[in-house]
């Protein structure tokens, strides 16, 4: 017996993984999100430093520079620095179709993003099943909206139930359903061996549909392709995906994130 547990402790060898290292690169979270219903007059904006692959902690950003302007108007909205990574501002003045530009000053150089607020439909239905998902044993919910006729529109929809931090991601572009009534389902796997995983009655999910730009739809695509092809040996390599923030002064240090201006409508919804 000694012999055998002193066999299957020297086939354990302690591996050291080294992963690329870089110098830290600032990481923008602009999206600035107009509640239907709301003055979207609140707005935060996220500033951070890039970290190496095995830390867990954010490195914050303070003492930048922060301001959008709306380039139709020539409106400037500051945002003030809160001391922790939050800009913030309690003036936005949201506008459909405007076109806006984030510039931010940080460690002498400036970084520039240009887009344009984009709208959403009302959604007009929410509707739980157990026939629009992929088992017809586990329930599933689904969203119905009107898209908007002769019009190139995208969508990101945000799924999230609560007591759940998993964060379901879903693209859409209306190239072949223009002008329809469009639904999207969320359908959480089975599991056998623990019932509570998928949907059940009472469980609470907020549903977010969100008007996004051409741009933001590429760009989250390859983010959601990334993400789900972790672990799957046929997936391409990841790469690295750059935002639209550039760096005007020196193009090299460019920054990771994107700014985004949408305007959204948020559902909670209850499992019957």
Same mark, same amino acid.
């Given at each position: ?36 219903? %709301?003055?979207? !007059? ?6 951070? /430093?890039? @970290?190496? $692959?095995?830390?867990?902690?954010? #490195? +914050?950003? %303070?003492?930048? !520079? ?6 139709? /108007?020539? @409106?400037? $909205?500051?945002?003030?620095?809160? #001391? +922790? ?21 940080? #460690? ?165």
């Amino acid at each position: 017996m000694l012999i055998f547990f002193g066999i299957l402790a020297s086939c354990e060898d302690v591996i050291d993984v080294e992963v690329p290292t870089a110098s830290p690169r600032l990481v923008v979270e602009a999206s600035i999100n107009w509640e239907k219903g %709301t003055t979207g !007059s609140n707005q935060t904006i996220k500033l951070s /430093t890039s @970290t190496p $692959y095995f830390d867990t902690t954010a #490195n +914050n950003v %303070t003492g930048a !520079s922060v301001k959008v302007t709306n380039t139709n /108007t020539n @409106t400037e $909205y500051v945002f003030v620095d809160q #001391n +922790n990574g939050i800009y913030s501002t309690t003036n936005f003045t949201p506008i459909i179709d405007d076109s806006y530009t984030l510039e931010i000053v940080y #460690n002498g150089e400036t970084y520039t993003a240009t887009e344009t607020l984009k709208s959403v439909p009302e959604i007009n239905t929410v509707e739980q099943s157990l026939e629009e998902g992929f088992d017809d044993d586990v329930l599933d919910v689904t969203i119905f909206f009107d898209d908007p006729v002769d019009e190139e529109n995208y969508y990101l929809v945000r799924f999230i139930e609560e007591g759940d931090s998993r964060l379901i991601l879903e693209t859409l572009s209306d190239e072949f359903v223009n002008g329809n009534e469009i639904d999207i389902f969320f359908e959480k796997d089975r599991d056998e061996e623990d019932s509570q995983e998928e949907f059940n009655p009472g469980d609470n999910v907020m549903i977010t549909l969100v008007g996004i730009s051409e741009r933001f739809y590429n760009y989250s695509d390859l983010l959601i392709e990334q993400y789900d092809g972790g672990g799957d040996p046929f997936s391409t390599t990841p790469a690295e995906i750059k935002g639209n923030c550039i760096n005007e002064t020196n193009a090299d240090n460019y920054a990771f994130g994107f700014f985004r201006l949408s305007e959204i409508q948020t559902i909670n919804y209850t499992f019957e």
